[in-house]
Structures are given as structure tokens and as C-alpha cells.
């Protein structure tokens, strides 16, 4: 028996039978969560051991436009990253449901205020949240409660309010 | 040669590990933030999972002299908790909690969710651009 609403991502597939990929329900998955987390981590540890770098994406992203002389570092890892992105879709494709039908504009939107306050911030959440709070860096901790207090907020307002991506 | 391998490298179990640990999938990051309704806490796993490694990894690096293939070791110096940082952050959230991507899952979507991706990751360079041009 399927229940009226959809209480889990297997409900919302019964009940939107033609549009089974864009469940907004997500399931608990503690087990690659925590495996995923541990090779993020993994990875920040290599990138400081290695090249003596942060791992924040935002910053690299923000300095391959702007800070000509130290772009080599950052393209490889971001190439390196896209890759293994690449690898992971390639042996479970399918695996990460391809959101569609979320509103362009809102999408835009999202892109300036993360392009904007990563910069203004200085970090995101592998510069600030993986990698600062790890450092103990005061500014980190700060800066991720603010991010974090904002994020629930406003998608809680945007879903359940504005009715968007939900 | 040894930098670009060792950050390419670094890279591409970044982009594993969020792939496995489905932080890059935007519907996963709002089941997160989102704690009306269905609330999905994995992503509390990924940041600890990550936290896991990085807090003792930098314990013992903090007193490395030099990484293995640079001269020194680029730790962060400002200390100063300001105005750009906190307005920066609070932006930033925002964004995070409007469309579920922050910067890394939105590089990772590029491979399974291109249009969104890149959508999204152009305004992420106008939006830092316009940053710098209002900061200065």
C-alpha cells in the first residue's frame, strides 16, 4: 500500500511513476556518507603534504580567473576532480539521479550569491568547513555557522514557502 | 611536474569521494539542510567522515617544514574575523540553500547533471567577479 504522500525516495517513485528521477526525498545513507567524507578528507591531507595547499574549491575556482601566475596547481586538481567524478559515474552510472526541472533563474541566482560570497568569504565548504575547522581557524568556524545558519533557512523558505525545487 | 600530478591526484579522490558520499547530488545537500519534512542527515557524515582525516592530518603537518613538492607550506594567515567574511559566508549560504550546489558538487555535476552544472558554475564566476569589482 502506497502511502497518500511519499515518505520515502521508493514512495515518491510509486506515486511520480513518469518523473521517478527528480524525488526531492532522499534517503539516509550513513555508510558511503562516511566513506565519501573519509576520502574528501583524504584528499586535503594529500593536497597539503604534497604541494603544501588548502583544498578549497571556491578559491581555486575564483583564482584560475583571476591570479595569472599560480594557475597550474589549481587547473590539475580541478581537472583531477572532475575526473573522479567521472570515474565514479562511469562504474555506477545512474547511481547520482540528474535533478531536472528546477527553475533556471533560481539556479542563476544561486551561482552569483556562491560565486559572490566565496569571494567576499574568502572559502566555501572544503576551504572554511573541511579544512578550517580542522585548523581550529577561528575565521572557519565563524564563517561555517553563517553559511550553515543560512543554508537551513533559506531552504526551508525556498521549498516550503516558495514552493521552489519541491 | 610532481606539483601538478600530486594536486591532479589529490583532485580526483576529491571528486570520488563526493560522488560516493552523494554530496554531489544538489537533492541530497537540501534533504540536508532542509529539516522540515523529510530531513536526510547524511551530509553531517561527510563533513565528520572528512573531518575524520583532515583534524590529525593537519596536527602533524603544522609541523612539516615544507610539503613534498613545494618550498613551504601555504597555511592560511589572516586571523582577522571581518566584515567580508561574514557577509561573504552568509551569501554564500544562501546560494548553497537555494539550489543545493556549493562549488565542488557543482564541478562533480558537470559529469552527470551538464546543464545545470554549467549553468550555474558561470554564474558562480560572474558572481565572484562582480565580488572583486564591488570590494575594490
Redesign the interface.
Given at each position: 500500500m502506497v502511502p497518500a504522500r511519499p515518505e520515502t525516495a521508493a514512495d515518491f517513485d510509486r506515486l511520480n511513476p513518469e518523473d521517478a528521477i527528480v524525488s526531492y526525498i532522499t534517503d539516509f545513507t550513513p555508510a558511503v556518507a562516511l566513506g565519501g567524507g573519509l576520502l574528501i578528507g583524504a584528499a586535503a591531507v594529500l593536497l597539503m603534504a604534497g604541494i603544501g595547499r588548502i583544498a578549497g574549491i571556491s578559491g581555486m575556482l575564483h583564482g584560475l580567473v583571476s591570479d595569472g601566475g599560480n594557475r597550474g596547481w589549481r587547473a590539475s586538481f580541478l581537472i583531477g576532480l572532475v575526473a573522479g567524478a567521472a570515474l565514479y559515474v562511469l562504474i555506477w552510472p545512474g547511481d547520482i539521479p540528474a535533478r531536472h526541472g528546477f527553475p533556471t533563474l533560481a539556479l542563476i541566482v544561486a551561482g552569483l550569491l556562491v560565486g559572490a560570497g566565496t569571494r567576499l568569504g574568502s572559502g566555501c565548504t572544503s576551504g572554511h568547513g573541511v579544512c578550517g575547522i580542522a585548523r581550529q581557524s577561528p575565521r572557519s568556524m565563524t564563517a561555517t555557522g553563517i553559511f550553515m545558519a543560512c543554508g537551513v533557512v533559506t531552504a526551508i523558505v525556498v521549498r516550503h514557502l516558495l514552493g521552489i525545487g519541491s | 611536474m610532481k606539483?601538478?600530478?600530486?594536486?591532479?591526484?589529490?583532485?580526483?579522490?576529491?571528486?570520488?569521494?563526493?560522488?560516493?558520499?552523494?554530496?554531489?547530488?544538489?537533492?541530497?545537500v537540501?534533504?540536508f539542510?532542509?529539516?522540515?519534512?523529510?530531513w536526510?542527515?547524511?551530509?553531517a557524515?561527510?563533513?565528520?567522515?572528512?573531518?575524520?582525516?583532515?583534524?590529525p592530518?593537519?596536527l602533524v603537518?603544522r609541523r612539516?617544514q615544507?610539503?613534498?613538492?613545494?618550498k613551504?607550506?601555504?597555511?592560511?594567515s589572516?586571523?582577522?574575523?571581518d566584515r567580508?567574511?561574514?557577509?561573504?559566508?552568509?551569501?554564500?549560504?544562501?546560494?548553497?540553500?537555494?539550489?543545493?550546489?556549493?562549488?565542488?558538487p557543482?564541478?562533480?555535476?558537470?559529469?552527470?547533471?551538464p546543464?545545470?552544472a554549467i549553468?550555474?558554475?558561470?554564474?558562480?564566476?560572474?558572481?565572484?567577479?562582480?565580488?572583486?569589482r564591488l570590494?575594490r
Open positions: - | 606539483r601538478h600530478i600530486l594536486a591532479a591526484a589529490a583532485g580526483v579522490i576529491f571528486g570520488f569521494g563526493l560522488c560516493l558520499s552523494h554530496m554531489a547530488d544538489p537533492q541530497k537540501l534533504a539542510l532542509d529539516p522540515v519534512g523529510h536526510d542527515p547524511s551530509l557524515l561527510v563533513m565528520g567522515g572528512a573531518l575524520l582525516v583532515t583534524f592530518g593537519f603537518l612539516w615544507r610539503p613534498w613538492a613545494d613551504i607550506m601555504h597555511w592560511p589572516a586571523t582577522q574575523i567580508p567574511l561574514v557577509i561573504g559566508a552568509a551569501l554564500f549560504g544562501i546560494g548553497w540553500g537555494i539550489g543545493g550546489y556549493c562549488p565542488g557543482a564541478l562533480a555535476a558537470l559529469t552527470f547533471n546543464r545545470e549553468i550555474f558554475l558561470i554564474a558562480l564566476i560572474v558572481g565572484g567577479l562582480a565580488a572583486d570590494a
